[in-house]
């Protein structure tokens, strides 16, 4: 089992900047794969960030350039910087984490979630 705590959300303006971070508990983190996924009012759950257990990224192609997903498996923690922000980003993010060397990029393939952590982004 892994347990994980999101932090680090909250509401800034439009353009502006926030980094989340998921501390992770219970085994070892550094052999999971990390994801973050977010989700708007009425919206389904969408991918954002995802990264490897050997630090391999990906991004969804509407955050590539503004997005960076990182960890660090000293601390069991990853991370998502988050820079240019739009209002439309405004959902709960949630990072998820996996066992599963393959990445996956729908919230089904993920065992362990947080809680979620509320992103704001005013115009």
């Known amino acids: 089992q892994v347990q994980l705590v999101e932090s680090g959300g909250g509401l800034v303006q439009a353009g502006g900047s926030l980094r989340l971070s998921c501390a992770a508990s219970g085994r070892t983190f550094r052999r999971y794969t990390m994801v973050w996924f977010r989700q708007a009012p009425g919206k389904e759950r969408e991918f954002v960030a995802a990264?490897?257990?050997?630090?391999?990224?990906y991004y969804a192609d509407s955050v590539k350039g503004r997005f960076t997903i990182s960890r660090d498996n000293a601390k069991d923690t990853g991370y998502l910087q988050m820079n240019s922000l739009k209002p439309e980003e405004t959902a709960v993010y949630y990072c998820a984490a996996s066992h599963d060397l393959v990445v996956h990029m729908t919230p089904g393939g993920y065992d362990y979630w947080g809680q979620g952590t509320q992103v704001t982004v005013s115009s």
């Open positions: 990264i490897s257990w050997s630090s391999s990224t």
